[in-house]
């Protein structure tokens, strides 16, 4: 390769080693965020290539560059903390999120999964293949962006669940929506595209809604944000559009409570519209399928199985 492998790692440990610092982008507001991008705007000379020998890999002499940058406390006096530095380093060279989406969609074998197994060598089988997964996810973020660092997984995961949610959430939507959207459930037949690290995105997306807006109990103002919002909102199927909707409107599996009580088809309508205010029999299954995959152990009702 055309540069030097060592300057760069010792690059990295160097700027990471401040992240004993780093306070969860606690005190980073939207204002910062633009004021940094205006910084960055101001100081391309800090991360364009220097040789047209570089002029094919720029996105890794961008980060190089950038890293350079960060590290010289003579020249960054504009950024007083690691949570402003590592902001820059991510509007700078990944301001897609490209690294935590491509982890997400990577599917990688959790960690609780192999300390789960029982079998000493069927562990070490999920940690080769753990290691084989994430080496897959490196080159596939080196062909996107030029560059690779593990680091930026964890704050770009805080990223996307807070500052860069980059649509404010619809509220008070008068056009009837909630029907529309439950209705996409009877296309559900297995949620063998949601895994345990999915879901734990999903439910932070579910506990976002919750605390942000307008009224967490307006359902037809969520099925509009999860109709017309998902891409802004990072859902990619419409297992996720549903399990979300779910996760917020009927966490405790009420509507299947509501089907193991009830062998009449009108009652166990009637009686879900009046709890509910929705019924539909695809959302039924996939409460089964979810609660099958992830919470088998919960009990529904008397007649749970």
């Known amino acids: 390769m055309a ?7 010792t690059l990295k440990r160097q700027f990471h080693s401040r992240s004993v610092t780093f306070n969860n982008f606690r005190d980073i507001t939207n204002e910062d965020v633009e004021t940094l991008k205006q910084i960055i705007a101001n100081k391309k000379r800090f991360t364009e290539p220097k040789s047209s020998k570089y002029s094919n890999n720029d996105g890794l ?9 960060l590290t010289n406390p003579t020249i960054s006096q504009d950024l007083s903390t690691f949570d402003e530095k590592i902001l820059y380093l991510i509007l700078s060279c990944d ?9 997400i969609s990577s599917d990688i074998t959790p960690i609780s999964r192999i300390r789960e197994e029982e079998s000493e060598k069927r562990r070490q089988e999920l940690e080769k293949r753990r290691f084989q997964e994430f080496e897959q996810f490196a080159d596939e973020v080196r062909t996107q962006i030029g560059f690779y660092d593990a680091n930026l997984i964890k704050y770009e995961s805080i990223l996307s669940r807070g500052l860069f949610r980059t649509v404010g959430l619809t509220s008070d939507v008068k056009i009837p929506t909630l029907d529309r959207l439950i209705k996409r459930a009877e296309l559900i ?28 109990q307006d359902l037809n103002s969520l099925a509009y944000n999860l109709l017309h919002n998902f891409r802004e909102l990072h859902l990619y199927s419409v ?56 919470e088998p152990e919960r009990k529904i009702s008397a007649w749970t199985k």
């Open 3 to 9: 540069y030097d492998t060592k300057s760069l790692e």
């Open 61 to 69: 002499m961008n980060y190089l560059n950038t890293l350079r940058y």
């Open 95 to 103: 301001p897609d999120l490209l690294t935590i989406k491509t982890f």
């Open 189 to 216: 037949n297995n949620l063998d595209i949601v895994t345990e690290t999915s879901l734990i995105r999903l439910k932070s997306i579910a506990e976002m809604w919750l605390k942000d807006a307008k009224d967490p």
């Open 239 to 294: 297992e996720e559009q549903i399990i979300i909707f779910m996760l917020i409107a009927d966490p405790n599996f009420n509507l299947l409570r509501i089907f193991e009580e009830e062998s009449n088809y009108n009652n166990m309508k009637t009686r879900a519209i009046a709890e509910l205010g929705f019924y539909n029999k695809g959302l039924i299954n996939v409460e089964r399928l979810y609660h099958d995959k992830f």
